[in-house]
T-cell receptor, first 113, second 109 residues
Framework: GAGVSQTPSNKVTEKGKYVELRCDPI?????LYWYRQSLGQGPEFLIY????????DSGLPNDRFFAVRPEGSVSTLKIQRTERGDSAVYLC???????????FGEGSRLTVL | GQQLNQSPQSMFIQEGEDVSMNCTSS?????WLWYKQEPGEGPVLLIA?????ELTSNGRLTAQFGITRKDSFLNISASIPSDVGIYFC?????????FGAGTRLTVKP
């Protein structure tokens, strides 16, 4: 597609469940970022991929969060044993290397009950 | 981690007025960017700045990369109702990009 695609757009789950959020980047974009955005806040950096490897995962809040990008294109953010505090919009952004211009998807809104 | 301080938090202005918002940081950035976000959507890039002192315009928007590389401002001239939204600054150094908390702009017709 023409833009960054994120699925699902909305996910409601129960505390303790496992969740996967998917990001389809713009074709040819090698850089892929995951951000988390809480209400009234700016996007908070989680992890950055350059190609297949996680170049910087320093923003992941704890070991319940994990992300993969096995073929350097689609990425999946995985959250284990979800907690209510994980509720937020998870944004994916992609770009061409270190150009600085990131293009965002519409986000996946996660609600943990 | 790097902290970006964005101000003001919110602005209520009359259509036709000019707007100014800014971002400061204790850290140096190589790139400053300004994004706009509307409800239910991801941020959309407005302007990217790559060099200290750079002044760039995009229509009614003008942004500058501070000479110290620790700050940036965004001006919107002659505001219109569709300028409503949340504006975020972002600073990039090496791999990561950090965002300010945003400026919520309301434009009254």
């Amino acid at each position: 597609g023409a833009g960054v695609s994120q699925t699902p757009s909305n996910k409601v789950t129960e505390k303790g469940k496992y969740v996967e959020l998917r990001c389809d980047p713009i074709s040819g974009h090698t850089a892929l970022y995951w951000y988390r955005q809480s209400l009234g806040q700016g996007p908070e950096f989680l992890i950055y991929f350059q190609g297949t490897g996680a170049a910087d995962d320093s923003g992941l809040p704890n070991d319940r969060f994990f992300a993969v990008r096995p073929e350097g294109s689609v990425s999946t953010l995985k959250i284990q044993r979800t907690e209510r505090g994980d509720s937020a919009v998870y944004l994916c952004a992609t770009g061409q290397g270190f150009a600085g211009e990131l293009f965002f998807g519409e986000g996946s809104r996660l609600t943990v009950l | 981690g790097q902290q970006l301080n964005q101000s003001p938090q919110s602005m209520f202005i009359q259509e036709g007025e000019d707007v100014s918002m800014n971002c400061t940081s204790s850290s140096i950035f190589n790139t400053w960017l300004w994004y706009k976000q509307e409800p239910g959507e991801g941020p959309v890039l407005l302007i990217a700045l790559y060099k200290a002192g750079e002044l760039t315009s995009n229509g009614r928007l003008t942004a500058q990369f501070g000479i110290t590389r620790k700050d940036s401002f965004l001006n919107i001239s002659a505001s219109i109702p569709s300028d409503v939204g949340i504006y975020f600054c972002a600073g990039q150094s090496s791999n990561d990009m950090r965002f300010g908390a945003g400026t919520r702009l309301t434009v009254k017709p």
